[in-house]
């Protein structure tokens, strides 16, 4: 019997992670003594003829830094030759956190933090990373200066915005989406209204049975969660190895559904989203369970609801079971003569229902439906290939086809 992982189901699976940062605003800097005066720029000449500028970026997954860059080559070459950890560079480069703009450092400690030299780019990374709505004011102090007024030294405040106050996230929909699922159901779908967190997504769903004990280890835990790119969408794959008949996980614990029986999928709300709140609330998906379904999806049993001529009626596509929700929007396509036709799809009637509105009015003629042959229905049987595979029986040509093409006229 071949390993759980040679199904293609899992390669059609795997998701990549996208990384987001956010924009800091930058109050409008002095170039004067930190202890007052009306400044205009974030540059300003600190001596040794340099032009130096103060900003604060963002680096790698979300880490701020402080920088001043344009230093004079005296100041870089005195500090380079210092230890990291002598007070020198502080005493040259240092940020402080304040409640407002009006607030002095005098008396006030700098950040803690470290420091780095670059070809004349200086920069602080504090140890704690800095937080909305509070003011930081770097300061930098040349080792030498032209004039006693420039001894002082290049400042400029920087604010994080406060976060926007808006709802809280939710789930607004799971698929499948039928409360009648097979034996044999391979994952869930789970959308959210706005981005969550990563590491912590199988510590808050469970599985109960209809007197609400929980499921012994239902589902698949990868070390990689499968997020789409907005982490909007979560996939919840079900144990293979408690689906496919065989298999030594189904024969000494069993399946994780059992036709006949009845189940909750329980989402709680300590879930955080990615900006480390709460759910709105639970949420539960109760469904019932039929006969495992192993017969691949056959695009020849499909029925088309032909639009007409001249019109922007869409194309029905109508299947005689549930197919999955996210593979059905981008495995069906409508060409013309080789070429796509643009519109836009829509997937309703729990997923036994696509459609397809053009952008542009429908022309008479030849056209065909592109089918991609990884499209799976609910048991994870895909085109041409059923998930419950006997390796001792021929597969049908089918399964080495990238696509298949049903084609149809508009009258």
């Known amino acids: 019997m071949p390993s759980i992982f040679d199904s293609r189901w899992f390669l059609v699976a795997l998701a990549f992670l996208a990384i987001t940062g956010c924009r800091a605003r930058t109050i409008p800097a002095t170039a004067t003594p930190a202890s007052g005066g009306a400044g205009a720029a974030e ?43 002598d007070p020198a560079w502080q005493g040259r480069f240092a940020v402080y956190a304040l409640a407002d703009q009006k607030a002095s450092i005098e008396g006030r400690p700098a950040m803690a933090g470290s420091y780095s030299l670059d070809e004349g780019r200086l920069r602080f990374t504090p140890r704690y990373p800095p937080e909305p709505g509070v003011i930081y004011r770097a300061v930098y102090r040349p080792s030498e200066a032209a004039s006693k007024e420039q001894a002082a030294g290049l400042t400029a405040d920087f604010e994080i915005p406060a976060l926007r106050e808006t709802p809280p996230t939710e789930i607004t929909a799971v698929y499948p989406s039928r409360d009648k699922l097979p034996e044999n159901q391979l994952k869930f779908y789970l959308h959210f209204s706005a981005p969550m967190s990563r590491g912590e997504a199988y510590e808050h769903v469970r599985l109960l049975d209809a007197a609400g004990r929980p499921i012994e280890l239902p589902f698949l ?41 009845h189940y909750t999928l329980v989402v709680d709300r300590a879930w955080r989203d990615a900006a480390g709140r709460p759910l ?34 869409p194309l029905r596509v109508e299947f005689p079971e549930s197919l999955d929700h996210a593979l059905l929007g981008r495995l069906l396509n409508v060409e013309r003569a080789g070429e796509a036709v643009p519109g836009e799809i829509s997937i309703v009637n729990d997923e036994m229902l696509w459609q397809f509105m053009p952008r542009d009015a429908w022309r008479a003629g030849s056209y065909q439906l592109v089918v991609g042959t990884a499209l799976e229905d609910l048991g994870g049987n895909s085109v041409g290939r059923p998930f419950e595979v006997d390796e001792l029986k021929p597969v049908t040509s089918d399964v080495a086809k990238e696509f298949v093409r049903v084609p149809f006229e508009v009258p």
């Open 43 to 85: 540059t300003g000449d600190v001596g040794g003829g340099s032009q130096a500028k103060l900003r604060m970026l963002i680096v790698g997954k979300g880490e701020h830094v402080f920088e001043v860059s344009g230093i004079a080559k005296t100041a870089a070459e005195e500090l380079a030759m210092r230890p990291k950890d």
């Open 221 to 261: 835990e990868l070390g990689e969660e499968l997020w789409d790119g907005d982490f909007r969408r979560f996939t919840l794959f079900f144990d293979p190895g408690r689906i496919k008949r065989g298999l030594k996980p189904r024969e000494e614990v069993g399946p994780a559904l059992e036709e006949g029986k």
């Open 280 to 313: 709105a609330g639970e949420f539960r998906k109760s469904f019932d369970v039929g006969p495992p379904d192993d017969a691949p999806p056959d695009p020849a049993a499909w029925k088309l609801r032909l639009p007409a001529a001249d019109s922007r009626q």
